[in-house]
């Protein structure tokens, strides 16, 4: 459970109980600028037109909401990104330590969760078609849905950037709290990127 600590380096990413699709939707494409830092944060060039959908204490992105088709029209595998990499270490600690079964058996005999999964499904294609404007024939709900769950990571997203996945509220419950340092990335991370994305910002 997550801690009520004042100290944001004891407990760096916390849900946003306002989190909705409504706000995730109205979530601006990043500038250079922020698309340096979630570079940084992933370790290669930001793709699919990001928008930040959730922020750590801090005010860096945590979760970004991805267009459905990359700019060659290639289909994004998911429409939430944790990019966090405090987050995204903790969330596969829990994969390593095979949670992931014991959340497939409980799908397999909780039918309260398996309906509010499937219906979780459901809202987040209807939220990925309406940015796609069109539905993208034949792609799955995110991470195993709505029958398994494949990948923690992407339940975390979606449940930080919008509030609406009890797989995702699951995770992020046990990843929490998260301690972290302080900011992931620094002044010097950022102008790396920038030149990366951009080479005519080099001096």
């Not at 949670?99 to 939220?127: C, I, K, Q, W």
């Not at 404007?133 to 709505?146: C, I, R, S, T």
């Not at 699951?170 to 990127?193: H, K, L, S």
Request: aromatic residues 4%; charged residues 25%.
């Amino acid at each position: 459970m997550s801690s009520t600590s004042d100290d944001p380096s004891a407990d760096a990413v916390r849900v946003d109980p306002e989190a909705s699709y409504e706000r995730a939707a109205a979530a601006p494409v990043v500038d250079q600028e922020e698309r340096a830092v979630i570079s940084a944060q992933l370790g290669r060039p930001a793709r699919g037109e990001p928008a930040v959908a959730h922020r750590c204490v801090f005010g860096l992105p945590t979760v970004v909401r991805v267009a459905p088709r990359l700019e060659d029209g290639t289909p994004f595998p998911t429409t939430f990104w944790l990019t966090c990499p405090v987050m995204r270490s903790r969330v596969g600690t829990l994969e390593a330590d095979h949670a992931m079964v014991g959340l497939n058996e409980r799908l397999d005999t909780d039918p309260e969760l398996a309906s509010d999964y499937a219906d979780a499904h459901e809202r987040y294609v209807a939220f990925r078609d309406r940015l796609a404007d069109e539905p993208l024939p034949g792609a799955p709900g995110a991470g195993g849905m709505p029958r398994h769950i494949k990948c923690l990571h992407v339940h975390a997203a979606h449940h930080l950037a919008t509030g609406d996945n009890p797989v995702g509220a699951w995770t992020v419950e046990q990843a929490t709290p998260a301690p972290c340092a302080g900011p992931c990335v620094d002044d010097d991370d950022r102008q790396r990127w920038r030149e990366r994305l951009d080479p005519t910002e080099r001096s």
